[in-house]
């Protein structure tokens, strides 16, 4: 799974610690995302798109393995 | 409930098994001639009380940094833990049954069953530590 995160991120400025506090989680849990080491939930990954003003499906692209 | 208040009644919990673990090794100290169980649980105390000042001290520095202390990644992480610790121990609890039975056949003298229970209980919460660190640090998979 990839994750376009770290370029919404850097639009809106927030860093990895900015965009944990907004939703209320680690900051180690965000890095695990933008690397693909931890697939969110749908709660979080809807949170996530809704703080970076992008929808879920724009957010992760998920490959075949 | 907020993250203060329940790392709070997490401290209280720990406080309280550590206090309740020292009296029993005092207890089994002064009513049994055996030392080995009474130094296994003193081992176990005082691992229990490191653990527990290290995770006292990291709760304090998440809570002043306004993180919280737990989320679905890390909720995730300690199930993973506790369901490997869990039937790892199990499985060794079973080879330990057996290994005793066998001993008790053979005539041979056998362990006291609170013996491995001090290394079933140990071997469990080493499982447990060793997978969170790991998982921690590696990610979760699936």
Request: glycine share 6%; net charge positive.
């Amino acid at each position: 799974m990839k994750t376009r995160i770290k370029e919404l991120r850097a639009r809106y400025n927030l860093t990895q610690d900015d965009l944990a506090k907004k939703i209320g989680v680690r900051r180690e849990t965000i890095l695990f995302i933008e690397n693909g080491k931890y697939i969110p939930s749908l709660k979080l990954a809807h949170d996530i798109a809704n703080v970076l003003k992008t929808t879920v499906d724009e957010l992760f692209i998920f490959e075949k393995d | 409930m907020d993250d203060k208040t329940r790392f709070r009644r997490f401290i209280a919990i720990v406080a309280a098994v550590l206090v309740l673990g020292a009296i029993f090794v005092v207890w089994s100290g002064a009513a049994s001639t055996d030392n080995w169980a009474t130094m296994m649980s003193a081992v176990i105390l005082v691992t229990m009380a490191l653990v527990a000042i290290v995770v006292i001290r990291k709760g304090l520095k998440e809570l002043r940094s306004g993180f919280p202390r737990e989320d679905e990644r890390s909720s995730a992480i300690k199930m993973r833990a506790g369901y490997l610790a869990f039937f790892v121990s199990l499985y060794l609890l079973l080879g330990m049954s057996f290994v005793h039975a066998m001993l008790e056949d053979n005539q041979v003298s056998s362990i006291p069953t609170s013996e491995w229970l001090m290394v079933y209980v140990a071997v469990m919460g080493s499982i447990f530590l060793i997978v969170n660190t790991y998982l921690n640090r590696k990610g979760v998979p699936g």
